[in-house]
Nanobody
Framework: QVQLVESGGGLVQPGGSLRLSCAAS????????MSWYRQAPGKERELAAG????????NYADSVKGRFTISRDNAKNTVYLQMNSLKPEDTAVYYC?????????WGQGTQVTVSS
């Protein structure tokens, strides 16, 4: 049974940092490209960051470039999102997504709130 379990969300002050983790199970993790999507209140879900199956390539939304870093550890079946210099507009539910060809699996999401 496929599972993607996000952790590491919470409340942080502007300028602070958080590291999200997503532990995967039930599928061959190393074959899948991994992404972090986010959805802010009243807004559409958007791609924040993505990484290819063996980590050779990453991509970021313009709004997070230079502040967020996506990485993965295929030995631990885990993908990470290091978020620095957080802004109130980064407040959202963050979702871990695994994609391979037409297959896509989503986690349940973790809340990130940036507020003073």
């Amino acid at each position: 049974q496929v599972q993607l379990v996000e952790s590491g969300g919470g409340l942080v002050q502007p300028g602070g940092s958080l590291r999200l983790s997503c532990a995967a199970s039930g599928f061959t993790f190393s074959r899948y490209a991994m992404s972090w999507y986010r959805q802010a209140p009243g807004k559409e879900r958007e791609l924040a960051a993505g990484i290819t199956s063996f980590g050779g390539s990453t991509n970021y939304a313009d709004s997070v470039k230079g502040r967020f870093t996506i990485s993965r550890d295929n030995a631990k079946n885990t993908v990470y999102l290091q978020m620095n210099s957080l802004k109130p507009e980064d407040t959202a539910v963050y979702y871990c997504v695994a994609k391979y060809n037409i297959m896509a699996y989503w986690g349940q999401g973790t809340q990130v709130t940036v507020s003073s």
